[in-house]
């Protein structure tokens, strides 16, 4: 019986932290707006309780926003996400661009949303990886296992995205990789997939629209404040 519960306090801590972990990163990986900046000393006191493996990236990630000024936050931020078809923070856009498809998958994920009660601004697109990233840390534990399937589902659109932050030296390149180690270890299909994104970049539309352009209806940069 000790044994038994000693794995079921390991399994709710690692609840736990993979939930604080998502939430943080969903956090920083919004708009750095004043509310964001005023809560950096609060997720840093969070961060502190996080195993090294996810407490040092996401340290990484305060570090720059407490340490820039907001104007200069603001600008890095377009032009980390805004302005780079290779790290668009839209997760179903790696895996389908601007297709009709890509537009199916929206429907899915508003759909696994509402199943769970929670319910999107009027101009938040759901694949956002910040939205999908409170989704998977807010609720109950159906929720949170929801909003984790929804994260494997993607599972190579998040590396490709942590990648080319890493690949760019952004700041923010801290936030995916401490997502990242949150989930199992890459398969071989899921290195495919990586691979397969990396080299072909985002599907162009099928039915007219440019090829590779820029996410369509996506909210400008404080959309999601």
Same mark, same amino acid.
């Given at each position: 019986m000790r044994r038994l519960a000693r794995r079921t306090a390991a399994r709710h801590a690692a609840t736990r932290e993979t939930a604080l972990a998502h939430r943080v990163a969903a956090l920083v990986l919004d708009y750095p707006d004043d509310e964001l900046l005023a809560m950096l000393p609060d997720l840093r006191t969070a961060v502190a309780t996080l195993p090294p493996r996810l407490r040092v990236p996401l340290e990484q990630v305060l570090d720059h926003l407490g340490a820039q000024p907001p104007t200069v936050l603001a600008?890095?931020?377009?032009?980390?996400?805004?302005?780079?078809? #290779?790290?668009?923070? /839209?997760?179903? /856009?790696?895996?389908? =661009?601007?297709? #009709?498809?890509? =537009?199916?998958?929206?429907?899915?994920?508003?759909?696994?949303?509402?199943?769970?009660?929670?319910?999107?601004?009027? @101009?938040?697109?759901? @694949?956002?990886?910040?939205?999908?990233?409170?989704?998977?840390?807010?609720? @109950?534990?159906?929720?949170?296992?929801? =909003?984790?399937?929804?994260?494997?589902?993607?599972?190579?659109?998040?590396?490709?995205? #942590?990648?080319?932050?890493? @690949?760019?030296?952004?700041?923010?390149? =801290?936030?995916?990789v401490a997502v990242c180690a949150t989930l199992p270890p890459l398969d071989g299909d899921d290195r495919e997939a990586v691979a397969r994104l990396a080299a072909e970049g985002p599907p162009g539309e099928d039915v007219g629209l440019e090829p590779f352009a820029p996410p369509a209806s996506v909210p400008d940069s404080g959309a999601r404040r």
């Amino acid at each position: 019986m000790r044994r038994l519960a000693r794995r079921t306090a390991a399994r709710h801590a690692a609840t736990r932290e993979t939930a604080l972990a998502h939430r943080v990163a969903a956090l920083v990986l919004d708009y750095p707006d004043d509310e964001l900046l005023a809560m950096l000393p609060d997720l840093r006191t969070a961060v502190a309780t996080l195993p090294p493996r996810l407490r040092v990236p996401l340290e990484q990630v305060l570090d720059h926003l407490g340490a820039q000024p907001p104007t200069v936050l603001a600008a890095q931020y377009v032009e980390t996400f805004d302005l780079a078809r #290779r790290r668009a923070p /839209y997760l179903s /856009y790696y895996s389908h =661009g601007d297709t #009709r498809r890509r =537009g199916v998958a929206l429907v899915e994920y508003k759909q696994a949303y509402r199943a769970a009660g929670f319910e999107l601004e009027a @101009d938040e697109l759901p @694949d956002h990886v910040a939205v999908v990233l409170e989704f998977a840390s807010t609720g @109950d534990e159906a929720a949170q296992e929801s =909003g984790l399937r929804l994260l494997l589902a993607h599972r190579a659109s998040l590396e490709l995205l #942590r990648l080319a932050l890493l @690949d760019a030296g952004s700041p923010w390149a =801290g936030a995916l990789v401490a997502v990242c180690a949150t989930l199992p270890p890459l398969d071989g299909d899921d290195r495919e997939a990586v691979a397969r994104l990396a080299a072909e970049g985002p599907p162009g539309e099928d039915v007219g629209l440019e090829p590779f352009a820029p996410p369509a209806s996506v909210p400008d940069s404080g959309a999601r404040r």
